[in-house]
């Protein structure tokens, strides 16, 4: 029997190397969801249950209810949830429990915070700072380039193989969540970028590393030092803002949407197995609108000031 709770508990470490092995779902999301099980089974044993057979519908909203008034979003709350039910999905497969829990529970909303982006100029002039010899330079500027031109996720960056590059045609190839992979159009401006580092990339990598974007100890590089890069970078251009990789495929996302229109081709492009999750660029994309009515339309400003009669 494994008990809530107990140490270790199996059955809450073979869901997590479940989602590691069979699931492959990235590091940041196995972690987050073996953090959420954790929370649900010290709730649990404060409340008397001792096995995850004892935990009902009941229990879950309880669990839902006092992670919102710990002052977790709806996104968070929303998150645990998922993981509960595909907890409770793999102990149905191998036959532990005979229902889930944690199914039709909702999360409470949250007011939709659009993404930031920069715009075309300021991107620009983000990316063609004057550049210098240091390879660790020419390795920064390629992975600005590339997130910026292709919408890579920080997870796609970091386990991106040499062989994954076909410049000669121009593309990449990623492997996204879930394990699915995208063939994706690289820029000229990112392409000749990764060819100059490329160039100085075997000063660093160690013999046999297959990453394209490897550590000054020549090892693949960390998501944590990609982010303290991106951010130096910013400071270094002047930039007045916050800089992290997302923004970066936020402002990919929503310039190309701007520009085609094409919200099917920019999911494609993104990754997202629902046009829903890309939909969120619609509203940046009206912000756009709205700004360039504002700023070219000669009444414009009376008219959104005045009172409808």
């Given amino acids: 029997m494994h008990a809530v709770g107990s140490k270790p508990d199996l059955w809450a470490a073979r869901f997590v190397e479940h989602l590691r092995s069979e699931r492959r779902l990235s590091a940041h999301t196995v972690k987050a969801y073996a953090r959420d099980l954790k929370a649900l089974a010290l709730f649990a044993h404060g409340r008397g249950l001792k096995d995850w057979r004892d935990i009902d519908v009941t229990a879950c909203r309880a669990f839902a209810a006092w992670l919102h008034r710990q002052g977790s979003g709806g996104r968070s709350v929303q998150r645990a949830l998922s993981a509960i039910r595909g907890f409770y999905k793999f102990l149905l497969r191998e036959g532990w429990v005979e229902r889930n829990p944690a ?11 659009l993404p930031k982006v920069l715009d075309a ?18 390795r920064d500027r390629a992975m600005l380039e590339l997130m910026y031109s292709s919408g890579l996720r920080l997870s796609e960056i970091v386990s991106l193989d040499v062989l994954d590059l076909d410049l000669s045609e121009c593309l990449v190839q990623v492997t996204g969540k879930g394990a699915k992979t995208r063939i994706l159009p690289v820029g000229d401006c990112a392409a000749s970028s990764l060819r ?7 000063a660093l990598a160690r013999s ?16 944590r030092a990609v982010q303290l890069r991106v951010e130096k970078w910013a400071r270094t251009s002047g930039l007045k803002m916050n800089l992290h990789p997302h923004l970066l495929r936020h402002s990919f996302a929503s310039h190309l949407l701007e520009s085609s229109g094409d919200l099917r081709a920019v999911q494609e492009l993104l990754g997202h197995s629902d046009i829903s999750t890309t939909q969120i660029y619609t509203h940046l994309d009206f912000q756009h609108l709205a700004r360039v ?17």
């Fill in 103 to 113: 199914t039709g529970i909702s999360a409470p909303r949250s007011p939709r915070r």
């Fill in 121 to 138: 100029d300021r991107m620009g002039a983000v990316l063609d700072v004057p550049m210098t010899d240091d390879p660790l330079q020419h």
């Fill in 196 to 202: 100059d580092w490329l160039k100085s990339r075997p």
């Fill in 208 to 223: 046999g590393e297959t990453a394209v974007f490897v550590s000054q100890r020549g090892t693949r590089i960390g998501a």
């Fill in 293 to 309: 009515y504002d700023e070219a339309h000669p009444r414009a400003k009376k008219l959104r000031g005045s009172t409808v009669r």
